[in-house]
């Protein structure tokens, strides 16, 4: 709601295959992405999504309440641009997606 708001067109899945298939069909700009998806996963959802060259240039962000330094690296490692904690503080997000926009 919030991303609405701000202006944002948004897409929801609720599995790691709808968010694949959410992908395939939407083309997003950015992906905001829970690590912790039931049946795959967000590490192997970002991976298949960064698989695709068409994918290349799209901010993808874990948002994930696991915030210890190895859990940042795994997701750096997989492909995530950014690394958000829950609770995401809406503010941070907000500037992190305006400021991708921007550039």
């Not at 750096?76 to 690394?83: Q, T």
């Amino acid at each position: 709601m919030l991303l609405e708001l701000a202006g944002y067109e948004i897409r929801v899945a609720y599995d790691g295959l709808a968010a694949l298939d959410a992908v395939a069909e939407f083309h997003p700009d950015a992906i905001l992405l829970d690590i912790g998806l039931p049946l795959l996963n967000g590490y192997d959802v970002c991976r298949r999504i960064r698989d695709e060259p068409a994918n290349a240039g799209v901010l993808i962000v874990a948002v994930t309440g696991w915030g210890q330094e190895r859990d940042r690296q795994r997701s750096r490692s997989v492909g995530f641009d950014e690394h958000l904690v829950k609770p995401v503080d809406p503010t941070e997000l907000l500037q992190l997606l305006a400021e991708r926009s921007s550039s």
